[in-house]
């Protein structure tokens, strides 16, 4: 009798995002430097670091908000390909309201503070072209309920909404066309403390059912800890360390991470 085996079946995964040697300076001050990531689909990078060490500069190249000096990005998207730096003014926001949803630390940056919650959202849904209001009244909600707003304020404008909700509306905006790829920029920095857990909660939740690529930015090692599988440390504009969350929690190899992780403690 002779046996026959099949060949092992090896699910190659690739990244749903990669980013390539990128560099961006301003002025005098080189904010990253030579810098690659890259995101598995359903997982949350974080990226942490002290002020002034280049993430938040790295999430907006991310978002193709600010555009490197050098290197590539691409994201493995069906429609997708190329280099999306090379891409023009117009292609970039549209792959961007479409594909990727950003969070931003300061409410100002993603929302118009003075009009309604729902509208906020919806006008993320008129980008990509939805004109019914009946459907984008609907599709609001449903995104605002996701993200754990109270929807008896759908109507309230963020501006007279507590740090919380002001989250909760940009998270809703960010999720509303069911993005790739969410960016989360200090997404819980500046609430209360106890404030602060329910955003994360919401957002490890969203992040199980939905299985979302997330980025994570944050100089608070316990939300990195909390949301991320992976983690990337930043420092000087450039990457030290980087490896699974367990790893760099419990056994940091660069001496700046150790300080990072033991300053924590
Ligand atoms: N638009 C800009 N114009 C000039 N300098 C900038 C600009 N954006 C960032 N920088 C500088 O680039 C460096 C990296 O800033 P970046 O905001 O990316 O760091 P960060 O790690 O996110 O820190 P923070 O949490 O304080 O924002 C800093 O020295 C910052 O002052």
Redesign the pocket.
């Known amino acids: 009798m002779t046996l026959t085996l099949d060949a092992p079946r090896i699910v190659e995964t690739r990244p749903l995002l990669e980013v390539h040697g990128v560099s961006k300076s301003?002025?005098p001050?080189q904010?990253?430097r030579n810098v690659s990531a890259h995101a598995y689909p359903g997982e949350v990078l974080g990226i942490v670091?002290?002020?002034?060490?280049?993430?938040?500069?790295?999430l907006r190249m991310m978002n193709l908000e600010e555009i490197p000096e050098a290197g590539s990005y691409t994201l493995d998207l069906p429609d997708v390909s190329g280099n999306l730096l090379e891409l023009d003014r117009f292609a970039r926001r549209m792959l961007c309201a479409t594909k990727i949803g950003i969070v931003y630390q300061n409410p100002h940056l993603g929302l118009l503070m003075k009009h309604s919650s729902s509208g906020n959202v919806a006008e993320r849904l008129l980008v990509a072209g939805e004109r019914s209001f009946a459907t984008l009244r609907a599709a609001a909600t449903e995104a605002l309920d996701a993200s754990e707003f109270p929807l008896d304020r759908l109507d309230a404008p963020p501006i007279e909404l507590s740090g919380g909700m002001q989250q909760r509306v940009q998270l809703a905006k960010a999720i509303a066309l069911e993005p790739a790829l969410l960016l989360l920029d200090?997404p819980t920095t500046g609430l209360d403390v106890s404030v602060q857990a329910l955003v994360l909660d919401t957002l490890k939740r969203l992040q199980q059912d939905r299985q979302i690529t997330m980025v994570i930015?944050s100089?608070d090692l316990g939300v990195i800890r909390t949301l991320a599988d992976r983690v990337m440390v930043?420092r000087r504009?450039e990457v030290v360390e980087t490896g699974l969350a367990d790893q760099i929690f419990q056994d940091p190899q660069h001496p700046y991470t150790q300080q990072l992780v033991h300053a924590k403690l």
């Open positions: 301003y002025g001050v904010a990253v670091g002290e002020s002034g060490s280049g993430k938040s500069t790295l200090e930015v100089h930043m504009g």
